[in-house]
């Protein structure tokens, strides 16, 4: 073996590998050491460069960011609901499938509307008197088929990686059943307990995500319905975006009359105060986030994937269920992306797992 060194644009000089080995092996204590130094300060160059790279990269957008917490936090707002509902209010659906992160939806509905949400089980006993009612239908342990279903003729349909919520909904199973847990609050299980859990109702589950995604679609009109990914819905840059979404969507929905209808429940301007409310992001308004703070979140966040993992046959059957969607939805430019996201996002954890047992010793061996 040789390294092969170009000298001049028609010359080139091979030197046998071995003789760079026993150079490098008979260099002088100091000459060795400026070798080493020299190797060192040039990787420590090329991990800056990428390192301004990313800063340079995400700094548009993390200016966005930065302005649009200046201005939620010069605000202020609540989430509290305060006010009544009138019979200008014409209830709509929160639909998604558990673990999917229905209670955030909740948050934003009443710090837009100040008026109260529900649930397809009546827990807070207001009934109808509720601007949005909360369901998991049609799954057949978690969801309720409410009586005046029919009444209600608009649909927010929250959607999330199967990959995230199935375990997610894991969490709440596991949640629920914990001694001493009176207040309910979510907990994360122990690995041991999801894949066990996994390993006996995934294929269920899965179908029932699939289940849940089309009879939704299927029930309302384009018109009637805004799909809502939890992703976005989470994400720094455009969760704000969507909760505007979210708030012209439930204006759209109220029976103004000609002669005396209401002000809007939420002045647009206060969306972002709201959105930052209600995601409690950075433990609330007062920190400030600045660009270089924002990449690193970006590059260095923990990846929960490998801590609620899959076998690879689960990430194969995941992708396929999600591209059969796609291709059912193609026509909808927002579920097309969404789906596109979702297989993304799904490769991407499967091709990590597989990297895992080449180079890190890992044994994730398909069951």
């Known amino acids: 073996q040789a390294v092969q060194l170009k000298v001049s644009s028609d010359k080139r000089i091979s030197i046998p590998l071995h003789s760079i080995v026993k150079e490098v092996n008979t260099m002088p204590p100091k000459t060795m050491k400026h070798y080493t130094n020299t190797r060192i300060k040039k990787v420590s160059a090329a991990i800056l460069c990428c390192y301004v790279f990313f800063v340079v ?3 548009s957008e993390s200016d966005r960011y930065n302005y649009r917490r200046m201005l939620s936090s010069s605000m202020n707002c609540t989430i509290t ?6 019979p200008d209010d014409k209830p709509i659906f929160i639909a ?4 999917s992160g229905a209670r955030l939806i909740w948050k934003l509905v009443e710090g837009l509307t100040g008026k109260p949400t529900g649930d397809e089980w009546d827990s807070n006993g207001l009934g109808k008197n509720v601007v949005a009612v909360k369901t998991h239908w049609p799954h057949p342990t978690h969801g309720n088929n409410l009586e005046w279903k029919d009444e209600i003729k608009r649909a927010m349909i929250l959607m999330r990686n199967p990959m995230h919520a199935i375990p997610e909904f894991h969490n709440l199973i596991y949640s629920y059943t914990l001694e001493g847990n009176d207040n309910l609050e979510l907990k994360t299980a122990p690995t041991e307990s999801w894949m ?3 390993d006996s109702n995934f294929n269920q589950q899965l179908f029932l995500w699939k289940s849940s995604v ?3 679609m299927e029930k309302y009109r384009p ?16 969760g704000i975006k969507f909760t505007e979404e979210l708030n012209r969507f439930l204006e759209a929905g109220k029976n103004h009359s000609a002669i005396d209808s209401e002000p809007l429940d939420m002045d647009p301007e ?6 930052w409310k209600a995601t409690d992001l950075e433990h609330g308004l007062e920190e400030d986030l600045s660009p270089l703070r924002a990449m690193n979140r970006k590059l260095f966040r923990t990846n929960a994937d490998e801590d609620r993992p899959f076998t690879k046959e689960q990430y194969n059957q995941m992708i396929v269920v999600v591209r059969n969607l796609r291709i059912t939805y193609l026509e909808e430019k927002r579920m097309d992306n969404t789906f596109q996201m979702y297989d993304s996002q799904i490769k991407k954890a499967r091709d990590s797992m597989r990297f895992n047992d080449l180079f890190m010793g890992f044994s994730k061996k398909d069951e």
């Open 57 to 59: 990269k995400y700094s």
């Open 81 to 86: 609901p305060s006010k009544a509902v009138s």
């Open 96 to 99: 998604s499938f558990p673990g």
């Open 196 to 198: 066990k859990w996994r």
């Open 214 to 216: 089309q009879y939704w």
């Open 223 to 238: 018109e009637n319905r805004l799909v809502v990914p939890f992703e976005r819905l989470t994400s720094e840059v455009d």
């Open 270 to 275: 206060f969306v972002p105060c709201i959105w």
